[in-house]
């Protein structure tokens, strides 16, 4: 099956890496409920005689990943977040906007790689609530690049594309 | 083919409510029973007229599908008791038998099945606020000496 010409939110996929930076082995965080990737670039004006319009340059891209996970400790990839967030260990995640290992698709997805930094946990603790963590994550100071991804799926099988930003 | 989820959830709630039952000071009697069923013919004069006992039927309302997770949904299923007696004796239904009757609603049916604090019926099972209760209905009280309740509660279900 080709691509469709949508994306559903529900088949996107968060992943952490369980190999290294350069061998990476995916695992897809499965307690992923609202998810929002957010990358947004400062934009300083520059303005010149030689236009009367408004101009300028773009200069550091700010850009982080925001959602709520399950709380549940038999889920690795939530252990794994809440490791980070009480300490300082960084966690490389990439974000992709389908699920690479549809084995019933061909198509290209894109999306993110940073070694992330967990800096919020935020746990509703309502009565009638099942508990989520409301997290963002954040590019840590690492000497990994941060990355932009374009994965080329075919038959469950991606190739991806890791591109310094 | 296994049972339908709501199905299973439906057997649970029975189990629950007839273990409770037989740990309760009045245990069931040999006319009392606890039994999931689909419908229950209670327009049917002659049906009444034989029911004999305290009956517990449980029913599947209904349930639907919300995301809660990339990977894992909540059906929602709804589960229905209905709590029926005939009361035997002659002229007005006295209170103190409705009394044991309402008690026995609250006390085995609707806090065994409804409260989240206890041990969930089955795995991922969770009641949902705003279960219900019809303690009685008056005209089948009335005209028909039945004593029938109602206990609804909505169940949160994490699948898979």
């Given at each position: 099956m080709t691509q469709p010409n949508y994306q559903l939110g529900i088949k996107c996929k968060l992943f952490r890496n369980t190999?290294?930076?350069?061998s990476p082995t995916w695992a897809a965080?499965?307690?992923?409920s609202d998810f929002t990737v957010s990358p947004k670039w400062d934009f300083k004006e520059g303005g010149t005689?030689?236009?009367r319009v408004k101009r300028g340059a773009k200069t550091m891209l700010g850009l982080e990943f925001k959602g709520k996970i399950k709380v549940?400790?038999?889920?690795a990839g939530y252990l794994a977040f809440l490791s980070s967030l009480h300490g300082d260990a960084t966690i490389d995640v990439m974000a992709l906007d389908g699920d690479p290992n549809d084995a019933t698709l061909t198509g290209t997805q894109q999306g993110y790689r940073f070694d992330a930094h967990v800096v919020e946990g935020e746990q509703p603790q309502g009565l009638d609530d099942v508990l989520f963590d409301s997290f963002e994550l954040k590019p840590a100071l690492s000497a990994n690049p941060v990355t932009s991804v374009s994965a080329a799926v075919s038959a469950g099988a991606p190739v991806y594309t890791y591109t310094s930003i | 083919m296994a049972n339908a989820q709501v199905i299973q959830v439906a057997d649970a709630v029975q189990a629950a409510v007839l273990a409770a039952w037989n740990a309760s000071a009045s245990p069931p009697g040999p006319a009392d029973g606890v039994s999931r069923v689909y419908e229950v013919p209670l327009a049917d004069p002659e049906f009444l007229e034989k029911l004999s006992g305290r009956q517990v039927w449980v029913f599947p309302v209904e349930y639907g599908r919300q995301a809660i997770t990339r990977g894992q949904d909540d059906y929602r299923p709804k589960i229905a008791c209905l709590i029926a007696e005939r009361c035997a004796d002659p002229a007005p239904v006295p209170n103190s038998w409705l009394d044991v009757r309402t008690a026995f609603v609250e006390q085995v049916v609707f806090q065994t099945i409804a409260d989240?604090?206890?041990?969930?019926?089955?795995?991922g099972l969770i009641p949902d606020s705003g279960a219900t209760v019809d303690p009685y209905d008056a005209e089948l009280l009335i005209y028909q000496r039945l004593f029938l309740s109602m206990v609804t509660v909505q169940f949160k279900l994490l699948y898979p």
């Open positions: 190999g290294t930076f350069g965080v499965a307690g992923v005689r030689a236009s549940d400790e038999g889920d | 989240p604090r206890r041990k969930a019926l089955m795995a």
